[in-house]
Structures are given as structure tokens and as C-alpha cells.
């Protein structure tokens, strides 16, 4: 996709996309410096928010605690389950964009009535009900979107949570943020083979396959609110153990950073066993159709992220959706009433 064109010009989700590019040029991981020693004392951290605002800011932030041996106790749910849990010992992470999410507004307000000091909000939005319970907290930089798919806030959001592990662990993290912006713009405008998009067409059901950081889940939810389609999400390597019974000749698995050991069984077990297509997004060449991205090193989930949603934009508009509005999905899914 591309902004010289109009039929991609047209749409706000198109240039929020490719707004991505300059968010990260501008986030400054500084931004986390003095929470992260807070977090750090606490030794917990807990990351909770609804849809996109939770899927991959919080996954990948815990996957990254566990890769790099951070000692650090991070964990994830709901907001609304979250409510049944004892988080008086967490530094608690609330994000809502528009700051009016109703169940990671009531767990702030809840968390702030037991007396947990360590509250911290993240919104897009300049004075939201949820920060009036919150302790502190940090408005985006990306700004608002008006697409009701998130897209560049969800980078942020995750770049702001990963860089409290940063600034934890003294993580180097220069190089590879300052190539990010370049490495994004490449996957955000790689040439999606046509023959994909034809895939996809034709395919009752669009499964997203993958690590569970919140990159395939994430897509998978864009699937949803960008192209109308029935999709699923697939973590790890659960596509190999019982589904492919269900899954039907054509319908496509778009499988992230494939594990290399398993190529093998996807051959046999999905392509030849249940007739599906198979088409990675990976760093690096496979076996299967690949959508190539730069090699990012630990951000190859971003640049994993993007070209998803590239993949997804070209699908929407060779099916004639209208990617700023669905029919049903709305902005803020869940609003508070007070």
C-alpha cells in the first residue's frame, strides 16, 4: 500500500498506518524512566486494557521479560477479570485510548479504592475518566485515530511498555530503534502478491498463526474490523493439534515467523492433510509463500505487525470495503456511563 494512490489515499486507516513510521521516530524511551525504577521496586507488573489496546502491547511485553531473563513477575488479562484478582502488589498498566473504556475504567477505579498507589494510565486523550483513577498517566503521542481499527497507537502503546524493561535492565536499545522507522515503512509497503489476495478471497475462514506476543492475535482482530472476514487465531503451534478436522479446502493460515523444526508437519499435517494455503510473514525465506520483511532482530514484531496490516488493507480494498467504517465495530467498544 501507498499514499499516492487514492484508492489507499482515501482511507484515514491507510495514513494512521503509515503514520506509524513517524511515531517511532519520535518515541522517546526516556518517557518510562522514572516508572521503571517504581516497577523495578515492586518487582510486579500487571498490563491489562481491552481488544487492541491490551493484544500486543502487553504480550510482547511479557514475551520480551521472559527472553531476555528480566526479573520481573508480568502478567496479562482482561480488565474485567482482572477485577476478580489481588493486584495490591502490582504496578498496575491501564490502556484506553479514548480513556471511556467501562471495564479498564472500573478496575482503575476499584484498584484506587484498595489503595494501590502504583495506577498508571495510558490514553491518547488529554484529561479521560480513566486518569482521574489513575495515579499517573501518559498520553500518546500518535494522537487520536479516527479509523475505528487502532493501528499507530498500538505500536506506541507497546514501545512505551517495553521501554520499562529498557530502562530496568539498562538495555541498549539505540540501533535498532533508530532502523525501526525504515524497517516499518518497508513492511508497510512491501508488494503483496496478488495471488494471496485471490487466496483470501476464496477462503471461508482467514486463520493468523503464531507466537503468543499479540502479533498474530492482533491480526487477527484486524481481520475482523478491516475485511469483514471470519478469522482465528492459532498460538504457538496448536494449528498442528486437532483443528485442521474443521478447517476446510482454501481456506488460508497466515503463519508468523514460522517455527523452522515444524515446516515439516505444516506441509503434511495442513497443506496436504486439510488443503489449506499457508503463507508465512517472516524475517527470512520459508518453505511456503512469504511476505519478506527487513530483519529487526527483537522489533521484528513490529515490522511483523505492519505487514500485516498491509496485507490486510490490499485484501479489504480488493473486496470493496469501506476500511474506516464497518457496520458494527464501533470506536470505543465498551463506553462507561457515569
Known amino acids: 500500500m501507498n499514499l499516492k494512490e487514492k484508492k489507499y489515499s482515501q482511507y484515514a ?15 522517546d524511551p526516556a518517557c518510562t524512566k522514572q516508572i521503571a525504577e517504581k516497577v523495578a521496586k515492586a518487582g510486579k ?21 521472559k527472553r531476555w531473563g528480566i526479573d520481573l513477575n508480568a502478567q496479562t488479562d482482561g480488565s474485567w477479570q482482572s477485577r476478580e484478582y489481588d493486584l495490591s502488589k502490582f504496578a498496575v498498566f491501564l490502556a484506553s485510548n479514548s480513556g471511556r473504556t467501562k471495564e479498564v475504567t472500573l478496575l482503575a477505579k476499584k484498584l484506587m479504592e484498595e489503595g494501590n498507589p502504583l495506577r498508571f494510565g495510558l490514553t491518547a486523550n488529554e484529561d479521560t475518566i480513566l486518569s482521574t483513577f489513575c495515579a499517573q498517566t501518559h498520553v500518546l503521542n500518535c494522537g487520536w485515530e479516527q479509523a475505528v481499527a487502532a493501528t499507530k497507537s498500538v505500536v506506541e502503546q507497546a514501545l512505551y511498555y517495553e521501554s520499562v524493561l529498557w530502562n530496568m535492565s539498562g538495555k541498549d536499545v539505540k540501533a535498532g530503534l533508530a532502523a525501526l522507522p525504515a524497517q ?13 489476495v485471490e487466496w ?14 499479540g502479533v498474530a492475535e492482533e491480526l487477527t482482530l484486524k481481520t475482523n474490523e478491516i475485511t469483514r472476514r471470519k478469522s482465528d487465531f492459532l498460538e504457538g503451534t496448536y494449528a498442528l493439534h486437532g483443528i485442521e478436522e474443521v478447517m476446510k479446502e482454501g481456506d488460508i493460515i497466515f503463519w508468523v515467523d514460522p517455527i523452522a523444526d515444524e515446516y515439516q508437519k505444516i506441509q503434511d499435517c495442513l497443506i496436504k492433510g486439510a488443503g489449506v494455503k499457508v503463507v ?6 520459508t518453505p511456503f509463500p512469504t511476505i519478506k520483511t527487513p ?39 465498551n463506553e462507561i456511563q457515569l
Not at 184 to 194: D, F, G, H, N, S
Request: proline content about 4%; charged content about 25%.
Open 295 to 333: 530483519a529487526a532482530g527483537d522489533f521484528n514484531p513490529y515490522v511483523y505487525l505492519c505487514a500485516g496490516w498491509n496485507v490486510l488493507v490490499e485484501i479489504g480494498i480488493a473486496t470493496g470495503m469501506d476500511l474506516d467504517h464497518p457496520n458494527r465495530a464501533r470506536k470505543v467498544g
Open 200 to 213: 483470501v478471497k476464496k477462503a471461508e475462514t482467514i486463520y493468523f498463526a503464531g507466537y503468543n506476543d
Open 184 to 196: 516499518i515503512e518497508k513492511a508497510l509497503t512491501l508488494q503483496v502478491p496478488a495471488e494471496v
Open 13 to 27: 486507516l491507510v495514513q494512521e498506518m503509515m503514520d506509524t513510521v513517524e511515531t517511532v521516530k519520535k518515541f
Open 280 to 285: 508465512a510473514i517472516a524475517d527470512h525465506d
Open 45 to 65: 507488573a500487571y498490563f491489562t486494557g481491552e481488544g487492541s489496546s491490551r493484544i500486543f502491547p502487553a504480550k510482547n511485553t511479557l514475551r520480551k521479560t
